[in-house]
């Protein structure tokens, strides 16, 4: 297959790392630039390692027949021209996926869930990532919208989301809403800390309390009971893991589900996209 050059384009970085048997080269990263800039970063990678056979890219938004069809969390990169330029430069495959299939792939790997036929992937980093693998096949649907779990309308939601509709459920739980709950309510230390010095605020039950409705919700759907949960707000310090835990088993539909349900709470690692980057060309 040859070495792959794994892409995991972020709202604020973008970053870059060599994979060769899933060993990775040192991942580098660059603030998420112009195209050009974006382009000329790739190219220079490429022609450092002439073994780079395939570049492999994840995006946070929806991919369809290998195109990037937006990118709401992300304004300056021009999506009609990255999978052009790429390949006219480089003269090399280039597969892009929404980021969270990066992180799904590799989770999969690495927790010995590839041959389980049903597993669920939530991760709650800037927005809202979702990942479900049925009967399995990792989905994608018609329009590379499947798994779109944090732009789902939310009853009662009147938070306006970058995606430009209203109600959509990251804007309740992710690390942006976050972000927002600890501005709006004037919640004192640093957010990084929030669940540290907060974790008892009616606000942050609120928010953990609505992390369970939605994974227990896909749950419900699926009836699934391999459940990965992942991304920088599930690692922050203090975050409640069992709490989590016990509210989405209250929230299930069967008590039949409860004994079988394997919740496994992953790190939040700059190489775990890489190699799932790699992953994912080997697989497709």
């Known amino acids: ?12 970085f973008t970053r870059f790392g060599v994979v060769h048997n899933k060993f990775v080269s040192s991942v580098e990263k660059l603030f998420t630039a112009n195209i050009d ?4 970063f790739v190219d220079e990678q490429v022609k450092k390692d002439k073994e780079i056979k395939t570049i492999s890219i994840g995006i946070p938004g929806i991919v369809k027949d290998n195109k990037i069809v937006s990118i709401p969390n992300i304004s300056n990169i021009d999506i009609d021209a990255v999978n052009t330029k790429l390949h006219e430069l480089t003269r090399l495959d280039v597969v892009i996926n929404r980021d969270v299939n990066l992180l799904f792939y590799n989770d999969l790997d690495r927790l010995n869930l590839k041959h389980e036929e049903n597993v669920l992937g939530f991760y709650v980093g800037t927005g809202l990532g979702n990942a479900i693998k049925v009967n399995g096949v990792v989905l994608k649907g018609s329009h590379g919208f499947a798994g779109e779990l ?7 939601n009147k938070r306006l989301c970058n995606c430009g509709k209203t109600g959509c459920a990251e804007t309740l739980v992710s690390g942006m809403a976050l972000v927002n709950l600890h501005k709006e309510n004037n919640l004192s230390g640093e957010i990084k800390n929030i669940f540290v010095n907060h974790l008892n605020h009616e606000v942050i039950k609120d928010f953990i309390h609505n992390l369970a409705l939605i994974i227990s919700m896909e749950i419900n759907i699926f009836d699934t009971t391999k459940i990965v949960i992942g991304g920088g707000v599930a690692n922050m310090p203090e975050f409640p893991k069992e709490k989590l835990r016990n509210l989405i088993k209250k929230e299930l539909r069967s008590k039949s589900l409860i004994p079988e349900l394997e919740i496994y709470f992953v790190d939040d690692l700059p190489i775990n996209s890489i190699i799932g980057a790699s992953l994912i060309v080997k697989e497709e």
């Open 150 to 156: 944090g732009h789902i309308p939310l009853i009662g």
């Open 37 to 40: 800039d974006f382009v000329a």
């Open 1 to 12: 297959m040859g070495k792959v050059l794994g892409i995991d384009v972020g709202g604020t």
